[in-house]
């Protein structure tokens, strides 16, 4: 994986929306696990209401995460669609046990009145690209955005 600052470099490249603002937020706030991130998060900014986005490959993993629980309590988690993905997201852990407090996509503009836990299911344009697959094409992908890998080796 690229270093944090590679990451954020190429993060901003990509974020293509005003209101889309990529950071090291978890440097900031010294946490490492989602759930410290989020509870920081909410704490700092009270006033916010937050919502996870993940891509469908990772929710296979959730079940995985430190206190994931304590984490699908404490946000919505919206879950965006990914090529080839979708089966085993619908029949992961996690998912068998988010199912009961899944929103239809039709509700999902009044996500801020969700109770908790609360999960949905977002079609997107869907690229069969992945981070892997771009890093693998383009070698000097961490170099480009400012920072050498780690485990780059001097030329």
Known sequence: MASPEARLASAK???RHPRIKPTLIE????TRFAVDTVAALKARRPDVRFIWLMG????PELHRWRQWRRFARSLPIAVLARPRYMGPALASPAMA??????????GAARWTRWTLPAI?????RQTALSATA???ADPDWDTRFGT????????
């Open 13 to 15: 490249a990509q974020a």
């Open 27 to 30: 440097a900031d706030l010294g």
């Open 56 to 59: 469908a490959d990772i929710l």
């Open 97 to 106: 046990w988010l199912r009961r407090w899944r929103h239809p996509r039709a």
């Open 120 to 124: 949905i299911l977002l079609d997107i």
């Open 134 to 136: 771009l890093r693998a």
């Open 148 to 155: 050498p890998a780690a485990h780059k080796t001097a030329r």
